[in-house]
């Protein structure tokens, strides 16, 4: 950027203050023809969700108006990472409108076809980084475990479709797949916090998840147990009262749920977090910036503050992994730093995430942002606030 202090944004600093939302053109499911005579307790059950997920162009087609490149898209995604829609997020297309955040999100386009020189099927090198089957261990005191490879709904922004989708998995059993793995944590006493994802750990039966959680939970030395998941976005039916009081048992459990536009925000969606803070879960989210997506101010500040609204504190916005095939999604990291910049000062801290860029080559997550030290000598701190007034801060 030409000016490293951030400084040229000051004009266009304060946002238009109430943009009118869009007006929300996702149906009730039983206004889908398709959808129409299903029966209310079929809709609210996961395993009828998850079983009838739009897996073909003809079936999504029923739904949605396909464009050329999304046909071709569709065609092009077999194998790993095919498409996989479910029912309930289906009904929250805009049936339209190709640019439609939640389309995006899920129908493949024929750009994903599109490998950029510098895209890399493991960006973050994960891989390198694991001891252990199905473990990442990155940091001194947390590892994280891919639970599954599958999930209700597969984004079309994953960063980790090198494993991810609908393939055929290797036989494990079922019983002894995280052994290796718990050893490891059991060996390691600095690791205090163990992050379980995918995948998505949320699509496992809760008997299978409650044999992993009370595993992790038997070791001592782990503090505490994170669950990143998108279930309650793409899936709420999941959440259901039996999972909120098994989850209850492991306390403290935090969660991360990856939230990208306000949109994903339903009454339905609402009610999953509500079960999930009322059995004492703690709940952040986590944002990819996507072009096209969530990449104006406006949207993320309505999405933050949306999220405020149903008890989820915004924790991370990432930019996009260089994962290969994500070009036509890439933001340049000015959009992110902007974003911080138009949020930071301007909404309640609660509202503000932190921006990161995981290190390609495994460097972790790397927090970028505004400048607000304009300059340092000793004893002496020249600052700058949200409005771009300079204040000096003697030591
Ligand atoms: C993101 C991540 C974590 C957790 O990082 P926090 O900043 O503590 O949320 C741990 N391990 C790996 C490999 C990760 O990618």
């Keep these: 950027m030409s000016n490293p202090l951030g400084l040229e944004n000051q004009k266009l600093q304060i946002e238009t203050p109430a943009i009118p939302r869009p007006p929300k053109r996702s149906r009730d499911y039983q206004q889908i023809s398709i959808y129409k005579d299903v029966n209310p307790l079929d809709w609210e059950d996961w395993h009828w969700q998850l079983k009838h997920r739009i897996r073909t162009k003809e079936e999504l087609s029923q739904i949605i108006k396909l464009t050329p490149e999304e046909e071709k898209g569709i065609d092009k995604a077999r194998g790993r990472l095919a498409m996989a829609i479910t029912p309930y997020w289906a009904s929250l297309i805009d049936a339209e409108d190709p640019n439609c955040p939640i389309r995006r999100q899920s129908v493949p386009v024929s750009a994903e076809f599109s490998i950029a020189p510098h895209e890399m099927a493991d960006p973050c090198a994960e891989d390198r980084d694991s001891p252990a089957p199905h473990l990442v261990h990155r940091y001194p005191d947390r590892v994280l475990l891919l639970a ?74 782990v503090e505490f147990l994170r669950i990143g998941t998108r279930i ?32 994903e925000i339903t009454k339905r969606c609402k009610l999953a977090c509500d079960m999930l803070s009322e059995s004492g879960i703690p709940l952040g989210s986590q944002s990819v910036l996507l072009k096209g997506v969530n990449d104006r101010p406006y949207v993320m500040k309505r999405l933050v503050h949306d999220l405020l609204q149903i008890r989820v504190r915004p924790y991370y916005i990432y930019q996009c992994d260089p994962v290969r095939g994500t070009q036509h999604f890439r933001t340049p990291v000015a959009a992110g730093i902007n974003i911080i910049e138009k949020l930071r000062g301007h909404t309640s801290g609660y509202a503000v995430p932190t921006y990161v860029i995981d290190g390609p080559g495994g460097g972790g997550k790397i927090p970028v942002g505004p400048n607000y030290i304009l300059s340092q000598a000793k004893g002496k701190y020249v600052l700058r606030n949200y409005k771009g007034k300079i204040y000096t801060y003697l030591e």
Excluded at 153 to 158: A, F, G, S
Excluded at 238 to 262: C, G, Q
Aim: charged share 30%; hydrophobic share 35%.
């Design 232 to 263: 309650p976005v793409t899936l709420p039916q999941r959440v259901t009262e039996k999972l909120a009081d098994m989850l209850k048992k492991y306390s403290p459990i935090w969660m991360s749920i990856h939230f990208n536009h306000p949109k």
């Design 148 to 221: 599954t490879e599958h999930c209700a709904m597969y984004c079309r922004h994953c960063t980790r479709r090198r494993l991810v989708g609908e393939h055929e998995t290797k036989e494990e059993n079922p019983l002894t797949r995280f052994d290796a793995a718990i050893e490891y944590i059991k060996a390691n006493r600095k690791i205090r916090d163990v992050l379980i994802s995918g995948g998505d750990p949320l699509i496992l039966e809760d008997e299978e998840l409650e044999s992993l959680v009370q595993k992790i939970r038997a070791i001592s030395h």
